[in-house]
């Protein structure tokens, strides 16, 4: 608490911290607390005087230890967005395959009945699709039989061939 220990000087010194630049913050942190008032007069702080937050910019996450800092970029881009997209569709018919009792090595077709963004998504990572569900072919189209998955804010319907 540092209200006593400053007195009347609280404010001032309040107010002249507010007014540090970035770096002289950083070396109050480190433990350089000396602070100059306006009207000449030396203010030592203790580490107890003070409260230092370390504050990531938006879309930035941080943590660290006593040897690094790491910082992660939390941003969403569209290419992002669609990769996951594209994730949870090989999650949906994977389930679907359970469901249908496929062996895990049963090769099969994939009919696809989707909106426009979707069948970019799906076109964009066809061979992670392909790779990933033991894909012949994938076709876009209506079957007799599919089922529908909600996808985030897209509904797809899929069928399933097998050969």
Request: charged content about 30%.
């Amino acid at each position: 608490m540092a209200g006593p220990k400053l007195g009347k000087l609280v404010g001032v010194v309040q107010k002249q911290l507010q007014q540090l630049s970035e770096q002289a913050i950083a070396d109050m942190a480190k433990g350089e607390r000396k602070l100059i008032l306006p009207s000449g007069e030396t203010v030592q702080l203790s580490e107890e005087d003070l409260i230092v937050e370390q504050v990531a910019k938006e879309g930035v996450e941080i943590a660290e230890n006593q040897s690094y800092t790491v910082l992660l970029d939390t941003v969403l881009t569209e290419e992002l967005k669609h990769e996951g997209l594209a994730r949870e569709l090989i999650r949906a018919v994977q389930l679907y395959r359970k469901e249908l009792r496929l062996s895990v090595d049963q090769r099969v077709s994939i009919t696809f009945d989707a909106s426009e963004k979707m069948k970019a998504v799906i076109t964009s990572y066809q061979e992670l699709l392909e790779t990933n569900l033991l894909l012949n072919d994938i076709t876009f189209g209506v079957n007799p039989v599919m089922k529908t998955v909600q996808l985030d804010e897209e509904k797809v319907r899929i069928g399933i061939g097998i050969e």
